[in-house]
């Protein structure tokens, strides 16, 4: 009779004990590995982080451009599709009424809801991305389009073949010409425009692209530069060349850089100010890039849950 009691005692003040505390592992985003044919998780911090778990959606994806943040991505599919992928809830598949064949560049807006998409040819500027996707104009520039850009507002601009940089509207407007414009980026003021010239090896910042367009080197760069990011906060830029990528300071000019032995086509921002993802194109390895460290560094990305190719 003690013993039972003693017992029925003992579970009624372990079932009264708040139940342990939940490790949760930290995160830094969202990318597509192009290995895996697949929008993954980056798991972990700055130094020990890895791909992790796979978006699960219907689509069956063969390239893509995420928005970390707002948990969306522009996706080509193996059919020939361009489709919209949200997963801030239950993953959704949205196919987007496009003139576009593929998607080769895609330009997101600070918070993810509007983008500039193009084949090389066409510019297609859409909003209502964390919701209902609507296109709102389309622009076929001269020469062809090497690099696109949206800010907050919707405004995009456009680099061309010609070496030329348009504001795309009604009327397009030239900010800047000469060059060989392979990125570009707003800042999140959404009125000034950084642009990487491969031609003339530097990094360009056009202030007040709308009123007085004027332009000014940031950095000049020993190997020419091939993708462009901002900081979210504006202050810092990143950029990738061929063996090294190169962190700016936009107020002061300073500059630090780092061997790398890759390349990328673009880079993705994930959580944090400038902490960064690439896929380098030649061996196809996923590397994180951080610029928020008192030591800017270049680190391999490795593979858990299931990152086989599709």
Known sequence: MIRQLVLATTAVVAAAQPPSPQMSVPTLGYVFDGNAKAIRLISGIPGAASLDDTVQTSASLESGFVNSRARIAIANTKDGSVTLIQWSGT????????????????????????????????????????????????????????????????LAAAAT????????????????????????????????LLASDA?????????????????????????????????????????????????????????????????????????GNLVLHMTDTQSGSELLLDGDSPQARVMSLFSVNGGSAQ
């Open 91 to 154: 993953p959704q598949v949205i196919s987007l009424t496009t003139s576009l064949s593929r998607v080769t560049q895609a330009g997101f807006s600070a918070s993810g809801d509007r983008a500039a998409i193009t084949d090389g040819a066409t510019v297609e500027v859409w909003s209502g991305l964390t919701g209902s996707p609507a296109k709102n104009a389309a622009f076929s520039p001269d020469g062809g389009v090497t690099a696109v850009a949206v800010n907050q507002d919707g």
């Open 161 to 192: 073949g010609t070496g030329a940089i348009l504001l795309l509207g009604d009327e397009p407007k030239q900010v800047a010409g000469a060059g060989q414009w392979t990125s570009l980026a707003f800042l999140p003021d959404g009125t000034d």
């Open 199 to 271: 031609s003339a090896k530097n990094l360009t910042l056009i202030r007040n692209v709308q009123t007085d367009a004027a332009a000014s080197v940031v950095q000049s760069l020993t190997q020419a530069p091939s993708a462009l990011e901002v900081a979210a906060d504006g202050t810092m830029a990143a950029l990738a060349s061929p063996g090294t990528v190169t962190f700016v300071s936009l107020s002061g000019g300073s500059a630090q850089s780092v061997s790398c032995k890759c390349q990328a086509a673009h880079l993705d921002r994930l959580e």
